[in-house]
């Protein structure tokens, strides 16, 4: 069985600081990992994947994330933060490639002050 | 191109009363997918179509639940009759049978309200 867990519900940082979520993952199988993200009133939009290539995974908006396999982690990981990076922010699992369903975290909200 | 598209956008209705939703994927992926979050919860996958076949429906929580995707097109989603648990955000999500990794793509979501 799969599962993931996100590591604080809320995280504030100030503009311009590390945004650091937390993921961390169980599974049976090597596992095919996703950060999505939630816009207000949109539908989530897939930040980066890792795909059992490499580790360091670099996804759009200046994310990166990290596959620890001794750690069973994943943490989304931005230098700097923009005010327009207030989201929620979903991390996934699954079995393949996103073909099979996917086993989601509870979400971070991230909110950014100026 | 356009996104996957979800209709309505929000649904109120009483205990007892059906609602359908309606799903339809991006042109040409075979792959559609429902989710459901409820009260600020995970989302949790509740079926998988391959065209029109169901592949995967272990996350349906009862028979209350009906899925339907006639001619592998646009899918639909029927609760009846809806219960007060089953209030939250369906979403629906796409994605193509082969080349790349099979990136889930997905919808904005009909948050239903059950009263």
């Known amino acids: ?114 | 191109e356009a996104g996957v598209t979800q209709f309505p956008s929000h649904s109120v209705i009483e205990k007892g009363q059906t609602v359908t939703l309606r799903c339809d994927p991006i042109s040409g992926h075979d792959n559609l997918y429902w989710y459901r979050r409820v009260m600020g919860k995970e989302i949790k996958f509740l079926l998988h179509f391959v065209k029109e076949s169901k592949q995967d429906e272990s996350g349906m929580p009862n028979n209350r639940f009906l899925a339907e995707r006639t001619g592998g097109t646009y899918s639909t989603l029927k609760v009846q009759p809806a219960e007060l648990e089953d209030s939250g955000v369906y979403f629906c999500a796409s994605s193509q049978t082969s080349g790349g990794v099979g990136e889930q793509f997905f919808g904005p979501g009909t948050r239903l309200t059950v009263l």
């Open chain 1, 1 to 114: 069985a799969q599962s993931v867990t996100q590591l604080g519900s809320h995280v504030s940082v100030s503009e311009g600081a590390l945004v650091l979520l937390r993921c961390n993952y169980s599974s049976s199988v090597p596992p095919y990992l996703f950060w999505y993200v939630q816009y207000p009133n949109q539908g989530l939009q897939l930040l980066l994947k890792y795909t059992s290539a490499a580790t360091l995974v670099k996804g759009i908006n200046g994310f990166e994330a990290e596959f620890k396999k001794s750690e069973t982690s994943f943490h989304l990981t931005k230098p700097s933060a923009h005010m327009s990076d207030a989201a929620e922010y979903f991390c996934a699992v699954s079995t393949s490639g996103g073909y099979n369903k996917l086993i989601f975290g509870a979400g971070t909200r991230l909110a950014v002050h100026p």
